[in-house]
């Protein structure tokens, strides 16, 4: 292959330039793949039986690869605006919880509490008393269930009431154990990820970890107003009876079919079928 001569007598046969204007061109390309890239090891090795547990909750004991993929990877949210669709790239999707967590925050030489709305790898949302300022700074100390203790500072960026959204200011330490913390929680089946993505032209809900009551404001926004032709339950990790009824309400009332499935949710969804009336 010819590269690109120059002129310049030092550099009258230095092929090296255009293989470095390359390595320029394409260094966000690569530095993104290596953002993006999961660290460490994967969270699904294997998968073990499926089991009810005394609660009335169908659970799994294994981890789902799919899940923690979906906190590396950019995905993308499909938003009806004025009737057309319109796809909103995040690069880390929101966790919601069954039960929120507890958060302690240190703001302006006080103390308080509030408790966590939904948390990503960049942030999270946070109900409060408190009056925090946009633009300013709070400390955060929390715990995502049985996670080891997490302090991080981070930036308000905006307010609704009493509802505050926070930009994480994480060194590396912080970062892995706010990725560590999700994943175990998703894996337990105690926080939830929805989203939606086109697959063959169709509009695929994709739900990973717990299936339940807590996703429901977004499960029905996605069903009745952005249009959900598939539902994709492979890496679900725990549903309970408010999950399967509105899986139920998707398949009878909105004609959505049920796609791939993890083993807990399959049984729990045969078992459903199953049951008259």
Request: some cysteine; proline content about 4%.
């Amino acid at each position: 292959m010819r590269f690109l001569k120059t002129k310049n007598p030092v550099g009258r046969n230095a092929n090296w330039v255009v293989p470095v204007l390359a390595v320029f061109i394409c260094a966000p390309a690569i530095r993104a793949q290596i953002g993006a890239a999961p660290r460490g090891r994967s969270i699904a090795d294997d998968t073990e039986r499926t089991t009810k547990s005394q609660c009335g909750f169908f659970r799994s004991t294994s981890h789902q690869t799919t899940a923690k993929g979906l906190l590396h990877c950019k995905k993308i949210q499909i938003v009806k605006i004025r009737g057309q669709f319109m796809f909103e790239q995040r690069r880390h999707q929101r966790i919601r919880f069954a039960v929120p967590p507890c958060v302690k925050i240190g703001y302006s030489g006080s103390l308080g509490e509030g408790y966590i709305e939904n948390i990503s790898l960049s942030g999270l949302m946070v109900r409060s008393d408190m009056a925090l300022e946009v633009g300013r700074t709070m400390g955060c100390e929390f715990k995502v269930f049985d996670s080891p203790l997490i302090d991080v500072p981070a930036s308000v960026v905006s307010r609704v009431g009493d509802l505050y959204g926070a930009r994480f200011q994480t060194g590396p330490i912080a970062q892995i154990l706010i990725d560590d913390a999700i994943n175990a929680a998703l894996a337990s089946g105690k926080a939830s990820i929805l989203s939606m993505h086109e697959t063959g032209g169709k509009k695929v809900m994709r739900i990973a970890g717990g299936l339940g009551g807590c996703l429901r404001n977004d499960f029905m926004h996605a069903l009745t107003r952005v249009g959900v032709d598939q539902i994709d339950a492979s890496a679900v990790t725990q549903i309970d009876q408010a999950g399967l009824a509105l899986c139920m309400v998707a398949v009878t009332r909105h004609g959505v079919d049920i796609g791939e499935q993890s083993e807990v949710f399959s049984g729990a969804w045969k078992l459903a079928l199953a049951m008259p009336g």
